[in-house]
């Protein structure tokens, strides 16, 4: 296992929850990404209200990572206290990824099954039978 962070889900309010938190904890994004850079997809059209909003943001903190992004209701319901979050956890190979995904994934519902993603990784998402979000994700090496 490479990394194990906290992921929240936010109705569109991301950006400022996470200003918020790097006001308080410092730091500065490794990462933000908005709706709008994602490719084309003739299966998912994003919203021009939505294309601003935050498809992806980390901030790390310490040993950790505080990841985040928005959700709409394209996605499904929306985030509610109790299920605005997920754990994400990073693996050092996919066939680790496979293997957690498979094993979380008995009993519970697969919302993304693994597959490769626009962003170099091998990524997959799901509730397990305790109803915990977890997002499982290999990242590529870079080219």
Not at 75 to 86: K, L, R, V, Y
Not at 107 to 116: F, I, L, Q, R, S
Request: glycine share 8%; charged share 15%.
């Amino acid at each position: 296992m490479k990394t194990i962070n906290t992921y929240l889900t936010f109705n569109g309010n991301c950006e400022e929850a996470f200003n918020f938190y790097q006001s308080i904890f410092g730091g500065a994004f490794s990462s933000l990404m908005r709706f709008d850079s994602m490719p084309p997809s003739d299966d998912f059209k994003i919203p021009a209200e939505q294309a601003q909003k935050i498809m992806h943001m980390s901030l790390p903190m310490g040993d950790t990572v505080l990841m985040g992004s928005d959700t709409f209701a394209a996605f499904g319901s929306p985030a509610q206290t109790g299920n605005n979050f997920s754990i994400s956890a990073s693996t050092e190979t996919k066939e680790e990824a496979d293997h957690i995904f498979k094993a979380l994934s008995e009993g519970g519902k697969v919302t993304m099954p693994m597959a490769d993603s626009f962003w170099n990784a091998y990524f997959g998402s799901l509730t397990d039978q305790f109803g915990i979000n977890w997002m499982i994700g290999y990242d590529y090496p870079a080219e």
